[in-house]
């Protein structure tokens, strides 16, 4: 045993694993594709050259088959006379043809279009020649049976060497597209990072924003509190407060009409239907029946007395027709005699209300009023920024948890077609 010598193989051995892996940025991704693909092509069209030569050579033994064809004798003597001339013409076709398609000048491999233009020549001749050969077999065969198997052959040789160039042009495109799907990938990564800084930005605005607007809140409500802690606005309050208070009243008065006119309610409503009483008096009587407060509020006493006294005079001579008359002559009457009372009561009401309206325009607080309006606006402003700031704020840690899973991508489909092992290292 020489000592070292396995030590050294074991060195060198690392040494080769080493050479195949690398750590590099992802912007130098581009650059190996580029090269990957100089080396891609320059194999393909090597190739390609190969079986140019193979398809040509192949081609050249095809001619010399079909020479010694043309001029192989047919001896007529044995042949029906018409079964001799079809023979004899089916001969003329097939050497004609594959002589035609066996002398095209194939073209110099130096690049991939001369690679695809080779193949496309390569196949169509294939395809004419097998026609030909196909529609012309019993001749072949009835003629030159030996011919034939050597045809047979060369045409298998011309046919297996398209065959692996299609193989080199399929895997070339395919190639192209993983390479292309890397190059957009990376682009995909970049544009991620880039939004990322741009909504980290739009974030630290928003922010700003979001505190300038807490300052502006504080002037705003600060403004707010100096007018309502005056004592004109004190008594301001107060007239709203006493309206407020109004409203109270008003619904009581409202509530006791409504229950008291419910109680004449059944001879009002069949008063309706047998009354001849014109157009607006009987849509006064309808109103009555159905909303008392809203119609005695807007009608004159005398016209409700009118009304009444007719629905009493109808009760009591029994034209309207109730289950208990002595009970609906008294609601009635009790309705008459509470009318002078509710009629003050809205006259002193809406009197009040007057006064205390008039009260309201001796203050003017439109000051305030857009003080608060502002308010509003920057609150929902402020409240808006910060629903954007926690969108935005997901938005990028979703981007940020997908990133090294596109890089993890990225070195996958990179090491899938390149023979060094790739780790993709952050810049």
Known sequence: ?????????????EEDITSREKEIFLSEIPDIIKQLKSIKE??????????????KSNCD????????????????EDLDPHLYTILQRGKKQVVSTIKQECTVDFPDIISLNEVLTFHKLSSRMLKKIGDMVGRQSTVLHTLANKFANRLKDDLTNLKDGNDEIQTLIDNHANFEDKTNEILENIDKYNQSEKSVVVMNNNQKQM??????LSSTIQHDMDEIESVKSSKEYTNF??????????????????????????????????????TSLGKSEKKLLEDLAN???????????QDITK??????????SGTVSVKDISKSLLHIDETLEKLDSFFGKISEHNQLKDKLENDLKNYNFENLRQDESKLRKHQDDKSKTESKIKSLRVEVDNINESLPNQIKFIET???????????????
């Open 207 to 212: 922010k700003k924003n979001v505190k300038d």
């Open 307 to 316: 009304i009444l006294e007719l629905v009493r005079n109808s009760v009591q």
């Open 61 to 76: 033994s095809i001619l010399k088959t079909v020479g010694d064809f043309e001029h192989a004798s047919i001896k007529s």
């Open 413 to 427: 489909s990179l090491n899938k077609i390149s023979p060094i092992l790739y780790s993709i290292k952050l810049e």
């Open 42 to 55: 320059k194999t393909v069209i090597s190739e390609t050259s190969i079986f140019r030569n193979k398809i």
């Open 1 to 13: 045993m020489v000592f070292g010598w396995g030590k050294k193989k074991t060195q060198q051995y």
């Open 237 to 274: 309050s107060k007239v709203q407060e006493n309206i407020g208070n109004l409203s109270v009243g008003m619904y009581k008065i409202k509530n006791d009409i409504e229950i008291q006119f419910t109680k004449i309610s059944r001879p009002l409503n069949k008063y309706v239907y047998i």
């Open 291 to 301: 909303n008392p407060f809203d119609t005695i509020s807007k009608t004159s006493k």
